[in-house]
């Protein structure tokens, strides 16, 4: 069955950083595309970042251009967020999602527990 385990969340500073990892099972990773969402406190589920099953085309919400960064390794059925730049905004518990398809534009049919990013001094 398809698995997707979210890991790396945790306390940050502002301005420090944070790596998120995804590891997946259960399906040929490498043909389909990934996100990452993320839900704040009192809040609807917030898309956040896509990558391609290529690897290649990325895609960012406007708030997290520049500071966070997706990426994905194929061999190890696994897809990252480096998190830069942390601000008190990107609290949240953040998601990884599985695409039905290659490109990210296909609906999400799986989804990950969480794990909590929070930001704080």
């Known amino acids: 069955q398809v698995q997707l385990v979210e890991s790396g969340g945790g306390l940050a500073q502002p301005g420090g950083s944070l790596r998120l990892s995804c590891a997946a099972s259960?399906?040929?990773?490498?043909?389909?595309?990934m996100s990452w969402a993320r839900q704040a406190p009192g809040k609807g589920l917030e898309w956040v970042s896509g990558?391609?099953?290529?690897?290649?085309?990325?895609y960012y919400i406007d708030s997290v251009k520049g500071r966070f960064t997706i990426s994905r390794d194929n061999a190890k059925n696994t897809v990252y967020l480096q998190m830069d730049s942390l601000e008190r905004g990107d609290t949240a518990l953040y998601y990884c999602?599985?695409?039905?398809?290659?490109?990210?534009?296909?609906?999400?049919?799986?989804w990950g527990q969480g794990t909590q990013v929070t930001v704080s001094s």
């Open positions: 999602a599985k695409h039905n398809q290659f490109a990210i534009n296909g609906g999400n049919d799986y």
């Open positions: 259960g399906f040929t990773f490498s043909s389909y595309a």
């Open positions: 990558i391609y099953s290529n690897g290649i085309n990325t």
